[in-house]
């Protein structure tokens, strides 16, 4: 097969994108044509692996719908795979074809050659599902790589007998006996749960004690999933490794600590955030992968509607005052304003943040990290950081009158700041600084402008039908036959991809409330919450349910992740067909 023309053109020729679509891809300054298509949601990686497999004359291979033979699998050695991330496919004579991501990686294929002593003929597959494919079939021939269910089996199943946290009187010596007892596989077992909560696309991994079992569960995309249990007799071994990984006392049981894990997962440097506490039957552990590829987002990437976005870009290029986003714990909020420093992080600007702890490692940026015990609070660096001359500020979170004061400060001497509260949504943000006890006059004139935010699982690329939502369902969110029926409402049927489950990957929903003058007027006056709501809501500000709607109606997510995620609001007109 000749090779074709370029894979872009070839993504327009199929229909997968149109040529506006590939132009504004193109014009995304310090990001490749292929990561744009992909953030922006024109493409997934499939169709660009497929285009580039046309344009080189090559086969594309869907590695999850294909069984490939032992005997083939042993012409390739696991470190070999491992290290080039290839896939050995089929054996035809003296030639091994293998799987590759990258059609022009001809070092590769120059080593393959020697290494093997054979003729090697290329095949296409995303990097992704290359990985994976190495993890499911060498995993069952090597020790190291044993996948988690077979390890829990086999702990199930032998009678070695581990001794309990709490049987061996907590001293430092008892539970390094302990990891002696089943050193290698329990190092593996802990190394095999990270690993394969990596490549699950997890952001926590949770181990949880309990009377009879420990409990292991992931949470992808938002929603806990639970994987097998480990026998209860593990529990002091997991806990004492995962505590030696992160330069955590392993002696101490008796109090919450913290730590972090830095490990190479399938080629990237994955930091893990330490979290662990006493419960009632041991010692509970959670593991926040922190991914550093995840912070590589840029603002169009957000996922604000067209007109917010707009308004977010022109504040955050404000000279002063503050931008507050607000939400729970993992609603995405540091990723939102990394977004926003990665926009503004250039030679001549002097960015300095306050985190607690530093979370990702932002290159060109002045991170410090809180440390209550030393006495480095907020609002101590807060102050330190004003001496330093800088042109924008992140305080990692507004918890107390002295950060907020601090921060206030900042913002009405001529600085850009930038922080989180938690609170529901925008406007509760204004009440909740007064409560804190700032002057509501200075909550009027520092504040630029407040976003709430929640995530919402996106509906798999490769399963989704367009399907009809219960009338029930579309009286309930008000919208008119004649809008319904142009929606463009979509579902995940579930399939390999998405693990069953219809969605894959995660977007935002957005609250964006400007500090107009006649919002202004009434955080001076310290009107309710209410009121404040109201006023903003008819000069244009979406809720977080509205917005959930609208990518809902445009078939981003679902109906029933929105009122999953939202709580259920009275509607305007701000949501296209929406009845008062």
């Not at 949601?41 to 580039?52: F, S």
């Not at 009678?159 to 990891?179: M, V, Y």
Request: aromatic residues 4%; contains cysteine; glycine residues 8%.
């Amino acid at each position: 097969m000749a090779k074709s023309r370029d894979w872009t053109e070839i993504l327009v020729r199929r229909g997968v994108i149109g040529p506006d679509q590939l132009k504004e891809a193109s014009s995304r300054a310090g990001a490749p044509v292929e990561e744009s298509l992909i953030k922006l949601g024109y493409a997934d990686m499939d169709d660009i692996m497929k285009a580039k497999a046309e344009q080189h004359g090559l086969q594309f291979v869907e590695l999850r719908e294909v069984e490939i033979p032992a005997s083939v699998i042993e012409l390739v050695p696991e470190s070999l795979a491992r290290e080039n991330i290839v896939m050995p496919l089929a054996q035809e004579g003296g030639t091994i074809r293998v799987i590759m991501h990258d059609p022009l990686d001809f070092e590769t294929i120059d080593k393959l050659r020697f290494v093997l002593n054979r003729d090697i003929e290329v095949a296409l597959a995303p990097k992704e599902a290359i990985v994976e494919s190495i993890n499911k079939y060498y995993g069952s021939s090597t020790s190291e790589t044993e996948s988690v269910d077979s390890m829990l089996q086999e702990f199930t199943d032998t009678a070695i007998d581990f001794a309990e946290d709490a049987g061996t009187g907590g001293g430092k010596s008892s539970t390094t006996n302990t990891l002696e007892a089943g050193d290698a596989p329990v190092i593996k077992l802990v190394h095999l749960i990270i690993q394969e909560a990596v490549t699950s696309r997890a952001s926590d991994i949770h181990i949880e004690p309990f009377a009879d079992r420990v409990r292991i569960r992931y949470r992808i995309d938002g929603v806990l999933m639970e994987r097998d249990n480990a026998p209860r007799r593990l529990l002091g071994a997991i806990i004492s490794r995962v505590k030696i990984m992160g330069f955590i006392d392993i002696a101490e049981k008796r109090r919450p600590q913290d730590g972090r894990i830095k490990i190479l997962v399938a080629g990237k440097d994955i930091d893990l955030r330490v979290s662990i506490i006493p419960t009632t039957y041991g010692q509970s552990v959670v593991m926040r992968i922190l991914d550093r590829d995840n912070i590589k987002v840029g603002l169009q990437d957000l996922g604000f509607g067209d007109e917010d976005w707009t308004r977010f870009k022109s504040l955050i290029k404000r000279p002063n005052g503050i931008l507050l986003v607000t939400g729970p714990t993992g609603s995405g909020k540091t990723t939102t304003l990394y977004a926003a420093l990665n926009e503004l992080n250039r030679p001549d600007v002097k960015i300095i943040t306050a985190e607690d702890p530093v979370e990702y490692y932002l290159p060109g940026v002045n991170q410090c990290e809180v440390k209550a015990k030393i006495g480095m609070t907020f609002a101590r660096i807060i102050r330190a950081m004003l001496r330093q001359n800088p042109n924008i500020l992140l305080v990692g979170e507004i918890r107390d009158l002295e950060t907020a004061e601090t921060a206030i400060q900042a913002s009405l001497t001529g600085h850009l700041v930038f922080s989180t509260l938690h609170t529901n949504d925008a406007p509760s943000a204004i009440t909740r600084l007064v409560d804190i006890g700032i002057q509501p006059f200075l909550v009027a004139s520092s504040v630029l402008a407040i976003v709430a935010q929640r995530l919402v699982r996106k509906v798999c690329p490769k399963c989704k039908v367009r399907y009809e939502p219960p009338p029930h369902i579309l009286n309930g969110l008000g919208l008119r036959p004649e809008i319904a029926k142009k929606a463009n409402f979509m579902k995940g049927k579930g399939c390999s991809n998405c693990s069953k489950s219809g969605y894959r990957g995660r977007m935002g929903i957005y609250e964006l409330m400007l500090m107009t003058p006649q919002v202004r007027e009434m955080a001076f006056k310290g009107e309710s919450t209410q009121n404040i709501r109201r006023v903003a809501r008819k000069q244009g500000m979406r809720t977080l349910f509205e917005d959930g709607v609208v990518k809902a109606i445009r078939g981003m997510t679902t109906i029933e992740e929105v009122l999953r995620i939202t709580q259920r609001e009275m509607l305007v007109d701000v949501v296209p067909g929406v009845k008062k």
